[in-house]
């Protein structure tokens, strides 16, 4: 099995800053893909970015300019900087570890991340 836990999310102005982290562990030799979603309320979930073990990265249209996704192998770790933030931006943020890609195997609990205007 593969646990994901992410962290770093909370309230900031618009055009504010937050760094999400999402730690994996278990079973991780399998994953090769990891993707953050999010959520906002009444809104279906949607990708927002998501990096290959070797690097190759994705991002949706809405947060490109705005959002870097970065991974640390040694650490099972994935960071998504979030730039520029937006009030749209509100969501519940959660990372996702794939063997491939657009097809998400395990779900962290997901990280609140709330901009004001």
């Known amino acids: 099995q593969v646990h994901v836990v992410e962290s770093g999310g909370g309230l900031v102005q618009a055009g504010g800053s937050l760094r999400l982290s999402c730690a994996a562990s278990?079973?991780?030799?399998?994953?090769?893909?990891m993707h953050w979603y999010r959520q906002a309320p009444g809104k279906q979930r949607e990708l927002v970015a998501g990096?290959?073990?070797?690097?190759?990265?994705y991002y949706a249209e809405s947060v490109k300019g705005r959002f870097t996704i970065s991974r640390d192998n040694a650490k099972n770790t994935v960071y998504l900087q979030m730039n520029s933030l937006k009030p749209e931006d509100t969501a519940v943020y959660s990372c996702?570890?794939?063997?491939?890609?657009?097809?998400?195997?395990?779900w962290g609990q997901g990280t609140q991340v709330n901009v004001s205007s």
């Open positions: 278990g079973r991780t030799f399998s994953i090769n893909i």
């Open positions: 996702a570890a794939a063997v491939s890609w657009f097809q998400p195997d395990h």
């Open positions: 990096i290959g073990s070797g690097g190759s990265t």
